[in-house]
C-alpha cells in the first residue's frame, strides 16, 4: 500500500496528539502516528493503560485512547505568531492502532517509520493568516533538500491531518493549516522525505484566531456519523439577515454575505466577507479547472462581479461582470456560464474573456410572463445548461454548443410531460418557484420545489409542502416521471432552496431562506442537519443560505488554477 | 483630509464622496492614491463637487479586475499608519437607515457609522439624523426600475435633527468620515430624492436616489421594505475608510 501525504490521517490514527508524541520523539512509533500513521511497536501496547516513557526516560502520561486516553497536565499554548514546540503546553493522548507502518516509499508495508529530525526543517514560525484567521501559516527553512515536504497536524486529539506535499528544496518554505476552527490550539510538525524515508520535526504550536464575531453562527441540530456522506466539511453562503427578516421579506439579499467551510459540528474553520461592500453572495462554485473557489457578487443596479480565490487567498482573482443576474456556474475548461438582465440570457466567458450570448429566454419565446431565472447549472454529460425560471414554473436545458432549446420541464403548454406522481397528492405535478435543476449522477433531474398547490412566491409557508424531487428524464417520450421526493422536512424555503446527489446516494438539501441545511438519505433519514438560526420571530425565515457543497480535502480547494 | 466643498442635500454617498472621505472601495485602504468611494460598482473620486452623488469616473488605480481581491490584503497591511493620513487605523464607513414608508409618506432615520477593525469590529462612531418626506419625488423614478416596471413609491426627503449616538475617542471627527461639527450642520436640512424597486433585479430589492444635476435615479443599495407595515430598512458600505 502507498500512501500520498494529504492521505494521512485519514481514518487511521484518532485521538493521537503531537504534543504527547513530542514526548516520544525519539521513539519512531511516536513519529508514525504524528504522521497519520499507525507503528508496529504499538500494537504491544495495546488495550493497555500504561504510562509509555521516551528514550530519555523521562516518564509521559500519554496512554492508549483505547482505554479513554490520559490527560497529560500542562501549561497553555500560544496565540499565533511564532511559537516554538511546547511540551508542557497541550493535552492529549497516545493511540494504540495497531496497524503496521506503511513503507511510502516501496509502497509496503514495514516497520520503518519516519525519523525525528530537527536537522532538515529549522526556523519554523507558526502565524495566523492576516485575513482568515482561522488558517495558520507555517514558514520555515529546509536546511537540508528533501524530495517533498508537509505538514502534519492535529488538534484537540483530533486525527491527525496534513497538507500537500511539495517539493522540498532548500530554502524558505509556506505551507497553511486548513481545516480548523477558530481559537483552536494546534500541533504541527514538517515531514522532509527522502527517497521514501520520512523526518519530522517536534511539533509546534499555533493558535487560530477569532472567526468575526459579525458572522452568523451555524447550529448542528443532528449528525449521524454512520448515515452521513464521508465528507469531513461543508463549503456553502449565508447572509447575515437581520432579526427581523421575517416581517419584511425583501430586505433579504441586503445584509453582508459570507462564504463559509464548516465541520461537521459547525465550526467554522474558513470565510469570506467584504465588510467594505454591499454584495449579495450566494452562489459558489468549486472550480472544475482547477483547485480553487469561484463566487458571484451581484452587486446593486446589475453591476456583478465574480471572485476566484484559493482558501488562503495566495490566489484572489477578482473581475468585473456586468449585468450577472443571479446565479453561475463553471465547466471543466473554466468558462463562466450566467445569466445577464431581464431577457433571461444566457451567457458564457470563456477564460480568456471572451463572452458569447448562447441563448434567450425572451427570444425563444416560451410563453413565460417573466424570464429572471434563478439558477444556471452545467450538465457536463450533455454540455448542457439547466436553467430555471422561478415565476413561470419552468426549466430549461440549453446545448451550450448551439444554444438550442433541448429540454423544456414544467408548467406551461408545449412543455414535456409529467407522469403521474409515485402517490398522490399531488394529482398531477407542477413545478412551484422551483430551484436549482440539476442532472444527478444517474442522468436524473432533481429540483428544489414547493409543491403543486403552494407554488406562489407569496404563498404562506407550510409544512412539508415543499419538496426536494427526482424525475426519471425519458428524452424519447419527452416525460418527466418522479422517481424520489423529500417532503418530510418542515421548513420552507420562500426563495433559493438546493439538492444536489451526493456519491454514496444522499441527498445534499437545504431551504434557502429558512436558512436550514438537510442530508438526506436514500430512505429519507436526516443524516446532517444544519440550521442558521435566527431565534426570534417566524422561524419559517431565518439567515438565508445559498449554495452548499460536501468537501473532504480542502486542499483541493487551495491549489489554484491548473 | 476633509473637503471643504461640502455639497447639500447628499445622502451618504455623496457624503463620502463629496468629503473626500477616502471611503474607499475596499481596494487599498492604506494607499492614498486610491481614495475614492464605490457606488453601484462605478468609482468616483474622492472630491466630486458636482452632485455629491457618485459624480465623476476615478481616477484610482484599479481597474475592476484585479483589485478586489487585495481587499483585505490591503486592509490587513493598512493597519499601519498611512502615509500623509495621520490615521493608523482601517475601519469601514456607511450609512444605514431604518423607517416607516408609504406611497405618501416617508419617517426614518439614517445613520452614518464607522465600523473599527477594518470593518469586523464595533462601531465606533453612529451619527443619526432623522430623515422624513417634504414632497414628492422627482419626476422618471418608474424609467429606471429595473426589471420592474415602475418604482412604488418615490419621495423628495430631507435630513434634520442630527445626534450624535457615538463618538468613541473622537472618531467622527478624526477619522475619514471627518463628521466634526460642521459637516454635520452642513448635512442637516439637505434633501434628496429617493424611489423603491421591488426585485429591481432577480430578488435584489432597491432604494434609487435622484441625481439632481441630470435628472437621473439610479440604484443607490439594496433595501427592504415591507408594504404591510411600512417597514424599510437598508444598509450600505461605502468602503474602506481609516481612522
Redesign the interface.
Known sequence: MSFRPHEFGRGMVRGGSLAVLHRLMHHRCAVAMLLGVACSDSAENAGRDETASSSSGEPSSASATATGGTEVSGGAGTTGGETSADLEGTTGSADDETTPLPDPSSGEESSDGPMASQEYAREIQVAVH??VKTILVVTWEQAIAADRVWLAFSFEGGESMTSRAHPGGTGTHRDVVLGVPGETEVEVSIVSEIEGMQYVTTPHMGTTGAV???MPVPTVLAYEAELASPDRFLLGAVEDS?D??G?????????QAWLYVMDRQGRIVWYYN?????S?MGFPRIARDGEYLIAEE??????G?I?R?TLD?EY?????L?GL??AIDVTDDGTLLFDV??SGELHERTPDGTDRAIWSCEAENLGFDNC?S?TINWNAVEDSVFMSFPEPGAVVEIDRATGTLIGHYGNQAGAWEFAPPLEAPPEAWRFGFQHFPNLTPQGTLLVSSHMPGYEAFEQTPTPNQHAFVEFAIDRGSQTLTEVWRYTEGPEWPR?RGMAIRLANGNTLANYGTAGVIREITPDKQTAFHVKFDIPTGDDNYNKLVGHNFFVDDLYALNGGPL | MRSTDLRLGLTALGLASSWGLGC???EDPSDEATVST?R???ESTATSSTTGTTGTSSTSTES??????????A???GTGESEGSGFANVG?CGVRSRGIVTVDSYDAYEEFYL?GD???GEDLCVIRFDVTRVGAGPEGCSQSA??QDECVWAHLVAYRNPSVLLDLNGACAQSELGLDEDAIALQDGQQIGYGYV?????????LLTHDAADGSW?????????EA?G?L????????CRY
Not at chain 1, 274 to 278: A, C, E, K
Not at chain 2, 198 to 206: A, I, L, P
Open positions: 492576516d485575513q468575526p464575531a459579525s437581520a427581523d427578516v416581517e419584511n421579506l425583501f430586505s433579504y439579499l441586503s445584509y467584504d465588510p467594505s461592500r454591499n449579495p451581484s452587486r446593486v443596479g446589475g453591476e462581479r471572485l480565490m487567498r484572489f482573482d477578482p473581475f468585473d456586468p443576474a443571479d438582465g431581464r429572471y434563478n426563495a | 474607499d472601495d475596499a464605490t453601484n460598482g462605478d475592476g479586475d484585479t483589485t478586489g481581491g487585495e481587499t483585505t490584503t486592509a490587513s497591511e469601514v465600523i477594518e470593518g469586523f429595473g426589471q421591488v426585485e429591481y433585479q432577480g430578488h435584489n430589492s432597491v439610479t440604484p443607490f443599495v439594496n433595501a427592504g421594505w415591507a407595515s417597514a430598512q437598508f444598509d450600505w458600505r461605502s468602503g474602506f
